[in-house]
């Protein structure tokens, strides 16, 4: 069975860090492109991040270039998403979702972590 | 980026219905739109990708259809357990992959 679980959550002053983990099992990691994906009530669903199998490829939504960096180590069978320089408006919650299809749609997600950026 | 717009926002249902939602892309997105369904208080599951496959284990009560900018989601006969609210998502032009609003179902 395909298990996705995000730790590394909670409350965080403006401007500092945060690392999320996502720890994957039931498949075999290194074959499958990761994302992560944020939610909250107002924006709704927005992709974050992915990365390629190896590691080799990652992207960005623009919003978060230079300040977020997505990793996965696949000895591990884990990705994770440093998040620097927290702003308010990254409060939400981060799902871990794996890519179905090359370049494509999530097949697997998460429970969620949630972030929440306030002093 | 390309813009994922959905109609409409919500729906009153009834067990039983068929329902129809649509999704609509800022620019031509070929087939590679996925649908999915959220529950509340779970994460969201794939239910449709490329247009109209049905993922692993989905009812064929759900079908999607479409291509280009246009794209449908049906439930031909509406389960109390389909209740949820469902996103849309285009994965033809990334980064970045971008959602829709999403569609709520709601009971009458």
């Known amino acids: 069975e395909v298990q996705l679980v995000e730790s590394g959550g909670g409350l965080v002053q403006p401007g500092r860090s945060l690392k999320l983990s996502c720890a994957a099992s039931?498949?075999?990691?290194?074959?499958?492109?990761m994302a992560w994906v944020r939610q909250t009530p107002t924006k709704g669903l927005e992709w974050v991040a992915s990365?390629?199998?190896?590691?080799?490829?990652?992207y960005y939504r623009d919003s978060v270039k230079g300040r977020f960096t997505i990793s996965r180590d696949n000895a591990k069978n884990t990705q994770y998403l440093q998040m620097d320089s927290l702003r308010s408006e990254d409060t939400a919650t981060y799902y871990c979702?794996?890519?179905?299809?090359?370049?494509?749609?999530?097949?697997?997600w998460g429970q969620g972590v949630m972030v929440t950026v306030s002093s | 980026d390309i813009v994922m717009t959905q109609s409409p926002t919500s729906m009153s249902i009834s067990v039983g219905d068929r329902v129809t939602m649509n999704c609509k892309a800022s620019?031509?997105?070929?087939?590679?739109v996925d649908w999915y369904q959220q529950k509340t208080g779970q994460s969201p599951k794939l239910l449709i990708y490329?247009?109209?496959n049905r993922y692993t284990g989905v009812p064929d009560r759900f079908t999607g259809s479409g291509s280009g900018t246009d794209f449908t989601f049906t439930i031909s006969n509406m389960q109390a357990e389909d209740l949820a609210v469902y996103y849309c998502?285009?994965?033809?032009?990334?980064?970045?992959?971008?959602f829709g609003g999403g569609t709520k179902l709601e009971l009458k």
């Open positions: 979702a794996r890519h179905g299809g090359y370049g494509g749609y999530l097949d697997y």
């Open positions: 490329k247009a109209s």
């Open positions: 620019q031509n997105v070929g087939s590679n």
């Open positions: 039931g498949f075999t990691f290194s074959n499958y492109g």
């Open positions: 998502m285009q994965s033809n032009s990334y980064p970045p992959w971008t």
């Open positions: 990365i390629s199998t190896g590691g080799g490829n990652t």
